[in-house]
């Protein structure tokens, strides 16, 4: 693996106290950098990134029963599966943050909404902005960085970091021009709260009939193919990286309804969660919205449904997006890589969306096309997390990585899917808990930390201060028994919380030469 420098734009590095090793070193890198970009111009891939919003695993090809993902399942079957791939943080912008950045949230400072990575490491090299700068046309259609939905959908004022893309895009279809026609779940008293639900927090449906064309998600992929066949007629050899971001199945769920067609409400089960699975819960964990514990069976399920109709129609989206990428003959030269920004929970521990420190919350569907895959259609076990997605990309782009990248490549996994990767993924999340549950005691600041190992989750919430959790996925993969305080599991409990501790440490280890600003 190749690392660097931002010679180009004056980033100062910290390797050495050496004045004349810096320069040397800088001048070393500006050469590699010119050849690389030579290089990108002239045989790199193109690049097609494809970003679900709040889509989990219950798709198909991840074996989920009910789901109907066909085109989603047809990606898989040409590429690779990974069925450990673990989000940073269960968020829409501190994961997109990171996994853009090369950085964790502890190194670039989004821990939130709406603070731009830019504040804190205002000289970091994003994704897109090192392609860019490679030699690469980098082109944004529909939520990439962030935006609020459904507020930002459409919205010139939308930043999504100008300095990444050549050219960007987003559109708005009906469910975001219709807004008003939104289906809150419980009564709203007024239009303040309203209005504050139009960040996308609380659980909603809007169904308004209309065809793939009228909503945001299919006028994305209508935008993205026109990109495509633009960048198929040009005379260059320039690569692309486009990166399109579907804001579904993100609140309020949305889709034709031929979607909900697919999933009639007397064919849906809810989770049989046992009377006695929150008791052992850490109360930081317990994000209960308004009127969600409150949900009867057929709220439910209704929920559900527009869960999934929303993940169906944005399998659809995928399947014409891909299948214009291979009418254009772009197949074998485009890396396709799909996924998440994180993952979701539909009544697991009688919760619901998304800020947990839970298996379903934080594992995500990770799909690579490329012509680098040994064996298409297979799988790998390995563990991954959303922040090895910069160097993975870079390195099979052949473009140099950034010194400041804190990922671990898994392109080799492509070639050998065999092989073990990660020995833990890192996970962490700021308690969203209802004041309801904690007898109003805030804990908003609070912190949690998690990691993933073969076979347990280990979390700790502000270092244990305010609770612990371990469950053996052995024998446990729904996380029901909390086995944190059992004295059997003492001696692996210590291990785990080691093996934390250094995780933690690691991923907040700083960045100082990113901090100053241009």
């Given amino acids: 693996m190749t690392m660097d420098t931002n010679a180009t734009s004056g980033t100062r590095t910290m390797i ?27 045989c790199a891939p193109n690049i097609l990134l494809i970003l679900t919003d709040d889509l989990n695993t219950r798709i198909s090809t991840y074996g989920d029963p009910l789901a109907k993902t066909p085109n989603i399942d047809k990606l898989a ?40 990575f830019r504040n804190t490491v205002p000289k970091v090299r994003t994704l897109p902005q090192v392609l860019k700068e490679s030699g690469y046309h980098t082109a944004a259609v529909g ?5 609020d939905v459904p507020s930002g959908i459409g919205s010139p004022h939308i930043d999504d970091d100008p300095i990444s893309w050549s050219e960007k895009y987003n559109p708005a279809g009906i469910d975001r021009t219709s807004a008003d026609q939104i289906k809150y779940l419980g009564p709203h008293i007024n239009e303040e709260k309203k209005s504050s639900n139009m960040n996308g927090g609380w659980l909603s449906t809007i169904r308004l009939g209309g065809t793939r064309n009228d909503y945001t998600d299919g006028k994305i992929t209508n935008t993205a193919s026109k990109i495509l066949t633009a960048f198929s007629e040009r ?35 809810i989770e049989n969660v046992p009377k006695n699975d929150r008791e ?25 449904q527009a869960y999934y109709a929303s993940t169906s129609f944005i399998d659809d989206e995928v399947g014409r997006l891909i299948q214009k990428l291979d009418e254009l003959d772009l197949k074998k030269s485009t890396l396709i890589v799909f996924t998440s920004d994180h993952g979701y929970l539909l009544g697991e521990h009688d919760l619901w969306q998304k800020p947990n420190l839970f298996e379903q919350t934080l594992r995500v569907p990770l799909i690579i096309s490329s012509s680098d895959v040994k064996n298409p259609g297979g799988s790998s076990e390995a563990i991954v997390e959303l922040i090895d997605l910069y160097p993975t990309i870079l390195e099979l782009a052949g473009v140099v990585i950034p010194i ?21 993924a890192l996970s962490m999340s700021h308690s969203q808990a209802s004041t309801s549950v904690t007898s109003g005691v805030q804990l908003n600041n609070v912190m949690g930390y998690t990691i993933k190992t073969r076979n347990f989750r280990y979390t700790e919430w502000d270092g244990g201060l305010h609770g612990g959790e371990l469950y053996d996925h052995r024998s446990d993969p729904k996380e029901i028994n909390n086995l944190y305080s059992t004295a059997e599991y003492a001696h692996m409990r ?17 960045r100082e030469f990113l901090h100053e600003t241009r």
């Fill in 16 to 42: 050495t106290a050496n004045h004349n090793s810096r320069q040397s070193l800088s001048r070393f890198l500006m050469t590699l950098f010119t050849l690389s970009f030579a290089q990108a111009c002239l």
């Fill in 280 to 304: 052992d819960i850490p109360l930081p964990q317990l994000s209960d919205r308004p009127y969600q514990l409150e949900m009867a069976e057929d709220k439910k399920k209704e929920m559900i």
């Fill in 143 to 147: 939520k990439i960085f962030h935006f």
């Fill in 77 to 116: 079957k040409r590429g690779i599966r990974f069925d450990r791939a673990y989000a940073n943080y269960p968020q829409c912008m501190a994961s997109r943050a990171s996994f853009l950045t090369g950085l964790y949230p502890g190194q670039n400072g989004v821990f939130r909404l709406h603070h731009s």
């Fill in 404 to 424: 400041h990248n804190a990922g671990e490549s898994f392109a080799p996994l492509l070639e050998q899917p065999q092989e073990l990767g990660r020995k833990t």
């Fill in 494 to 510: 210590e291990r785990l919380r080691e093996v934390l501790q250094e995780r933690m440490l690691g991923s907040r280890e700083p």
């Fill in 235 to 269: 005379q260059d050899n320039k690569p692309f990286f486009l990166a399109v971001g579907y804001v579904r199945p993100h609140v309020p769920f949305a889709a034709p309804e031929k979607f909900y067609d697919l999933y009639p409400t007397t064919k849906i089960s």
